[in-house]
Nanobody, 121 residues
Framework: QVQLVESGGGLVQPGGSLRLSCAASGSIFSIYTMGWHRQAPGKQRELVAKITSGGRTKYADSVKGRFTISRDNAKNVAYLQMNSLQPEDAAVYYC???????????????WGQGTQVIVSS
């Protein structure tokens, strides 16, 4: 099973940017679909973006055009570039590794511990 460690969270002003990183170890990173999720207080965890082993990406409607997911298989790292951040983007962001099927369903095998993103002036 792959182990995941997120970094890059913090405090940012509205309109600002952050880049989250997810470092993977313990398994063959390149075969996994990687996902970024977020959970705000009192809300369910939601999938924000995912990228398959082949590089196909998918985004939640709320972040399309603002967030970009990418991966570097040589470094075993997945990234989430977040631009034009708004207060409603504030949440704990979690990295995940899992599998996608032919219907584009995503099944999570491993979770990171999460990194806090605060958007405030």
């Amino acid at each position: 099973q792959v182990q995941l460690v997120e970094s890059g969270g913090g405090l940012v002003q509205p309109g600002g940017s952050l880049r989250l990183s997810c470092a993977a170890s313990g398994s063959i990173f390149s075969i996994y679909t990687m996902g970024w999720h977020r959970q705000a207080p009192g809300k369910q965890r939601e999938l924000v973006a995912k990228i398959t082993s082949g590089g196909r990406t998918k985004y939640a409607d709320s972040v399309k055009g603002r967030f970009t997911i990418s991966r570097d298989n040589a470094k075993n790292v997945a990234y989430l570039q977040m631009n034009s951040l708004q207060p409603e983007d504030a949440a704990v962001y979690y990295c995940s590794a899992g599998r996608s099927d032919y219907s584009d369903n995503y099944y999570v095998d491993s979770w990171g511990q999460g990194t806090q993103v605060i958007v405030s002036s």
